[in-house]
């Protein structure tokens, strides 16, 4: 067997892996242990050994709970529109970005539109809870308008829309980094045809610029589908309240008050295991689609 021999040039970049790899093991892969839970019925003083084993009692008893249909809907629908919303978003602003000619603006403009994705939701939950609060800014400013104010943080209703519209204002300018750069690969002699031909900028856009990221929207939205199980923990636990569940709630957070809050361990872990489980079929799912529909590789 051949020694593997690490040039010495590369050493250094081996050595900075060593401790993001260390902590991915420890938050990542040790704690899939715990998915034995969810064939157990877990008690925490039996630990993982002694607890009773009841193999797929606890996927059957989901299908009887009402709560988790609506749950799963839920879960479904939010991310389904952040899927789709965020990146017509991205892509939006990154065509905008590469038609603004003077750098010194376009840097000014990208730096405000990243900023926010740099702040946790800890800080953007009470940033919007105290703007769409019934005293709040966006209420204050209905009021002048002469218009009854809203509390739009409990109409169940409004909520998800609620979401996907902060949740976007947060990524887009994040999410343009890529597109942008797909973009400047574009070969520049093709907008010079175009031009030489009469079309237009809007033309430019919609039969050059487009087509020619075209891979590029494919294998980003390949990689969000693997997420569409995923409706953002932390934004939902921030703003949603008991009166928004029925709209609001999604699986991390239902598993969260059930697992956490409950103590109702098995059940939210074989949940949490049914949702990893669809995600990877459906990331192998779209995978599979973006080869024949683009025939183009991510793995």
Do not use: C
């Not at 690490?6 to 900075?16: C, D, G, V, W």
């Not at 990542?28 to 993982?48: C, D, I, K, T, W």
Request: glycine share 6%; hydrophobic share 55%; proline share 4%.
């Amino acid at each position: 067997m051949k020694a593997i021999i690490i040039p010495r040039k590369q050493l250094a970049l081996y050595i900075m892996l060593i401790p993001p790899v260390v902590v991915l093991f420890i938050y990542a892969y040790l704690p899939m242990f715990g998915v034995v839970m969810s064939f157990q019925r877990f008690e925490p003083s039996l630990g993982f050994f002694r607890s009773e084993w009841v193999g797929l009692a606890n996927f059957r008893r989901l299908l009887y709970i009402p709560d988790v249909k609506q749950v799963v809907l839920n879960t479904l629908f939010i991310a389904s529109m952040k899927i789709v919303i965020e990146t017509v978003a991205a892509i939006l602003v990154a065509i905008l970005l590469s038609e603004i000619i003077s750098k010194v603006f376009r840097r000014v403009v990208q730096t405000i539109i990243y900023f926010p994705y740099f702040l946790s939701w800890v800080i953007l939950g009470g940033i919007f809870r105290d703007m769409l609060s019934r005293e709040g800014l966006i209420n204050v400013l209905l009021g002048k308008l002469g218009f009854e104010p809203v509390v739009f943080l409990s109409k169940s209703a409004l909520f998800p829309y609620l979401l996907v519209g902060t949740e976007t204002w947060q990524v887009t300018g994040f999410g343009t980094i890529v597109f942008l750069a797909a973009i400047t690969t574009i070969d520049p002699t093709l907008y010079e045809a175009a031009v030489m031909d009469g079309a237009s900028r809007f033309k430019q856009i919609l039969y050059i610029t487009i087509p020619g990221i075209k891979s590029t929207i494919i294998l980003m939205v390949t990689l969000s589908l693997g997420y569409i199980l995923n409706a953002g923990f932390e934004q939902v636990l921030m703003l949603y309240s008991p009166l928004v569940y029925g709209t609001g709630d999604v699986i991390d957070t239902w598993v969260y008050r059930m697992g956490l809050q409950q103590s109702q361990y098995s059940l939210a872990s074989a949940i949490g295991l049914f949702r990893s489980v669809v995600s990877l079929l459906l990331i192998t799912a779209s995978y599979i689609a973006a080869r024949k529909i683009s025939d183009h590789r991510i793995f």
